[in-house]
């Protein structure tokens, strides 16, 4: 029997938000408890479907700051008030501090559209149809100060022979997201993820009990 809390989860977004959604339709009110969801713009359609799950919302944009480290310093002020323990970046398009990222170190996952270290940064689909990749895949990783450079926790590829458009692959990806993502929370939320101290660059996951 599972007698943890649930693990208090925020969730960052700037965009659409499918992979918010696939959170609240899976671990939240049950591994994790989503406490808060900020966005780096306004009118993302990811705050509307936060409001619609009953989950508090705020909007931090990067204009509305003398800096990006003011930003990120009330950004972590309203994380800290709602007593975060994990935070993930579902489609965040906004670079963190570097005073962020070690505040809140082991603590920030992300999700991203290819295999790392393959194709870090922005249109990582894009980058990977220009170089003719016929594998694509979706990697979930703890993030660090670098970009998309953090410890792997999971990743899945996808071979695809004759890949069309970016459009036509992220939608073959969606899924693989949409599992990997919310499978990374539940383990993390089960205490089942630990760094090798021989190389702490490499995650283990204990088995299920
Ligand atoms: C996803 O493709 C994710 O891998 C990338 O940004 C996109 C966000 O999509 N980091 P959504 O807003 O969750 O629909």
Redesign the pocket.
């Known amino acids: 029997m599972n007698t943890r809390e649930p693990l208090r989860v925020a969730v960052l ?10 959170l609240i339709d899976t671990v939240h009110g049950h591994e994790a408890q989503i406490v808060g969801v900020a966005s780096s713009a306004p009118g ?3 705050l509307e479907r936060a409001a619609s799950a009953g989950i508090e919302t705020a909007v931090f944009e990067r204009v509305a700051h003398e800096s990006r480290q003011a930003r990120d310093a009330a950004l972590g002020q309203w994380l800290r008030e709602r007593e975060v323990e994990l935070i993930v ?5 906004e670079l963190l501090s570097a005073d962020f990222v070690r505040a809140f170190a082991g603590a920030i996952i ?4 290819s295999l790392l270290p393959a194709f870090p940064g922005l249109r ?2 894009e980058q990977a149809l220009e170089y003719g990749v016929r594998v694509f895949g ?1 990697t979930v990783h703890f993030v660090d100060e670098g970009t998309d450079s953090g410890p792997v926790i999971l990743q899945e590829p996808l071979a695809l022979a004759d890949p069309g458009t970016a459009a036509e692959v ?1 939608g073959a ?2 899924p693989l ?2 599992r990997l ?1 919310p499978d990374a929370v539940r383990l993390i939320a089960r205490g089942r993820l630990s760094p090798d101290p021989a190389n702490p660059r490499r995650i283990r996951i204990a088995p299920a009990p």
Do not use: D, F, K
């Not at 977004?13 to 696939?22: F, R, W």
């Not at 970046?89 to 398009?93: F, H, N, P, Q, T």
């Not at 992300?110 to 559209?113: A, K, L, S, T």
């Open positions: 977004v700037s965009g659409t938000g499918t992979n918010l959604q696939a993302a359609r990811a970046l579902a489609g965040y398009m992300n999700v991203h559209p990582a689909i979706v992220l990806l969606r997201e949409h993502l």
